[in-house]
């Protein structure tokens, strides 16, 4: 797939992540911001990069703010944001059927 605008997916809210998405140059520019970095950074980097493999996405800036998300929501987030970014709004594989 290939970025082709600019999108968001998520909320600041507690227990939630904003995920943004942009046009790449060619690789992943990934910036995260978190709550709880010390903790859980690495483990949301890891399934940042693996959700974004599964989708065959290999250019995008992506850019979190995690508020404590869960993997299950961090995964959702970056799903929703790159398939608003690709124009995709139908045959959504929604429900577990994306996998790493």
Known sequence: M??????VAGTLESCDCQV?????????DFTLKSSVMNQYGNQIRKVVLETLESL??????ISIVDKGALDC???????GAVYRAVGQTQHLPWGGVIRP
Do not use: F, L
């Open 2 to 7: 290939e970025i082709m605008k600019p999108a």
């Open 20 to 28: 943004t998405v942009e046009p790449g140059d060619g690789e992943i």
């Open 56 to 61: 065959e996405i290999g250019s995008i800036k």
């Open 73 to 79: 929501t961090i995964k959702a987030r970056v799903e």
